[in-house]
């Protein structure tokens, strides 16, 4: 997704939002392996605390305000060349504003909502590219899960449940409580 689709780069500046849900952990784990410069939202220190850990360098702690001047800030006006948003409506616009001219938008998801708010002029005038992605073509995910088995890159695995804990699974996912990927051991 980031690297095919959206024709990410080593160097280029990376947003994620909503850091500490599985797919915002491997965006950011993806990215350092390329070694791109990255910012992370979160509505919870905590998971920005452990975002640093796995190599963030820059965090925001969204308060459902736009933050993209401080994206514009971090970047020296210039803004990011991608953003991760798997939010989606609470973090859309602040997003697009906070794209570098050329910059590419990825939807992987929408956790809270699909209708979302955007400024089209912004869009044509930066020659913004907005892109869905369920996770990139399956040459990607090779590609990808090929540097996982090679160490390359590690998931962040929040927890591993029993099948018989489906329920107590997906409550902390309901809840947020997780950093990283929901795991259920099959074995």
């Not at 080593?10 to 599985?22: K, R, W």
């Not at 990139?136 to 804990?165: M, Q, W």
């Amino acid at each position: 997704m980031m690297i095919g689709k959206g024709q990410l780069r080593p160097g280029q500046s990376v947003l994620i939002t909503g850091i500490g849900g599985g797919v915002a952990t491997s965006a950011l784990a993806i990215a350092k392996h390329l070694g791109c410069p990255t910012a992370v939202t979160s509505r919870h220190q905590w998971k920005l605390d452990r975002a640093k850990e796995l190599g963030a360098d820059h965090t925001i702690l969204d308060d459902g305000k736009d933050w993209s001047r401080d994206i514009r800030a971090w970047t020296n006006k210039r803004g990011v060349d991608m953003a991760v948003d798997s939010v989606g409506k609470a973090t859309h616009l602040s997003c697009i504003k906070s794209l570098a001219r050329g910059g590419a938008y990825v939807s992987p998801g929408c956790t809270t909502g699909p209708d979302a708010t955007t400024d089209l002029a912004r869009l044509f005038w930066n020659q913004l590219r907005i892109l869905g992605s369920t996770m990139g073509s399956n040459d990607e995910f090779h590609e990808v899960a090929a540097l996982y088995r090679a160490g390359h890159l590690k998931p962040a695995i929040d927890k591993v449940f029993k099948p018989t804990d489906c329920r107590a699974a997906y409550e902390r996912l309901e809840a947020a409580d997780q950093f990283g990927k929901i795991v259920i051991d099959w074995r």
